[in-house]
């Protein structure tokens, strides 16, 4: 049975703030400061809670709504929802029957990508590569592109606009193409056929004072002219089973970069060639991907279980690690002076970490099954996406 326990929520105030794309406006899990919550209560509060469908696409909201992406049964299915009080505005949903690689059948058939808006548009890529541009007023069909198939286990990599660009890589094992789609019309403005999609999610950054579209593919990471997708490097990288799913970092002049298995290393690029300035074995990520805080990067390390950690990102030092065997996954996000980190099992830690080391303040349990998908945090509470419901959780 759904559960409604609506609270007074103050919408305006309280969801004035934009998180439009995967990991929020930086595409780093940094909360804007005008977003972070002042306080964390003892407990937070159950405002509502909806069925929205399977999944770990996770939440945005741009333009006053909450967009989420689901499947409902042989359809995916894009909502624009109402974030005082979760309340269906429209609802769009197409065919998109999938089979799922035997060895990822617990992930289930998704969506894995995370919705992007951009000048009054909400973009959505499917499991097996539907591309589609929905009108965010109205959830219309502005433009669509046929399924382009998936790497292994399902497409993942969530999409960028860069400068008026939708970049998306899609295609088939050893196949495909990553791909930069004119925004509003749907145009073909360049690709890159060099290799197959990764699960990563790509960052667009100026490095060597080229802007450049940077992502990791499914043998390698590679940074592309954000103009035209010309090659400007790449970096032989797998992982078992082809599972590079680490969204790159920009810190400064440095990529901090990561994979199953291969540790975490930092690498400058200048000119068209890149640096390897560290690497560390110690710490290595598999699906969560690395927040910056000050002069500490913050990840959570497959090793051991599961782990936080914290280095520094001008050496690759470890400069601590926590406690082990705190699940597969957990996805971080910077909260002024404190860090959240959502795992799987949902459980919404909030701990105040620094280079020194971190102190767990809050501990709170958000849903009843599993949460693969992102958090959303605003300053009046935040959202949490678990196996198949929408819940808002008051702070206030």
């Avoid at 073909?188 to 999609?197: A, F, I, V």
């Avoid at 290393?265 to 805080?293: A, D, F, H, K």
Wanted: proline share 7%; net charge neutral; with cysteine.
């Amino acid at each position: 049975m759904t559960r409604r326990t609506f609270l007074a929520v103050a919408a305006p105030a309280a969801w004035g703030q934009e998180w439009s794309q995967w990991r929020g406006p930086n595409r780093d899990g940094v909360l804007p400061a005008s977003a972070v919550p002042k306080t964390w209560p003892e407990a937070l509060r159950l405002a509502w809670k909806v069925p929205v469908g399977e999944g770990h696409s996770s939440p945005i909201l741009a333009a006053g709504k909450i967009f989420v992406f689901t499947r409902q049964g042989e359809q995916e299915t894009l909502a624009a929802l109402d974030p005082a009080s979760g309340k269906t505005l429209w609802r769009e949903a197409y065919a998109a029957p999938y089979t799922m690689n035997p060895a990822a059948v617990r992930h289930g058939k998704g969506p894995k990508s995370t919705p992007v808006f951009h000048n009054g548009a909400v973009c959505t890529l499917g499991i097996d590569g539907i591309l589609w541009s929905f009108d965010a007023a109205t959830g219309k069909t502005r433009w669509r592109k046929p399924p382009a198939g998936s790497p292994l286990y399902g497409a993942a990599m969530s999409p960028v606009v860069e400068r008026g660009a939708l970049i998306v890589h899609t295609g088939k094992h050893d196949g495909g193409a990553l791909t930069a789609f004119d925004a509003a019309s749907g145009d073909l403005r360049w690709t890159w056929t060099g290799d197959g999609p990764g699960y990563a999610s790509p960052v667009a950054a100026e490095l060597g004072g080229v802007r450049q579209v940077i992502t990791e593919t499914q043998k390698y990471i590679v940074g592309v002219t954000a103009a035209a997708g010309k090659l400007l490097w790449q970096i032989p990288f797998t992982t078992a089973f082809d599972q590079n799913s680490v969204t790159p970092l920009v810190w400064g002049d440095t990529l901090i970069l990561s994979g199953l298995g291969n540790g975490t290393m930092g690498v400058r690029v200048s000119q068209g060639t890149t640096e390897r300035l560290w690497r560390n074995q110690s710490v290595s990520m598999y699906m969560s991907s690395p927040v910056p805080m000050g002069d500490v990067v913050f990840g959570f390390s497959h090793l051991n279980k599961g782990q936080l950690f914290a280095l520094d990102p001008e050496t690759g030092e470890t400069l601590w690690t926590g406690e082990p065997r705190q699940g597969d996954n957990a996805a971080l996000v910077v909260a002024g002076e404190h860090l959240l980190a959502l795992t799987n099992e949902a459980q919404l830690h909030v701990a105040r970490a620094t280079a020194k080391g971190v102190e767990f303040l809050r501990h709170y349990t958000v849903a009843e099954s599993p949460t693969w998908a992102h958090p959303l945090v605003m300053p009046g509470g935040l959202l949490i996406k678990d196996a198949a419901s929408l819940a808002y959780w008051a702070i206030a």
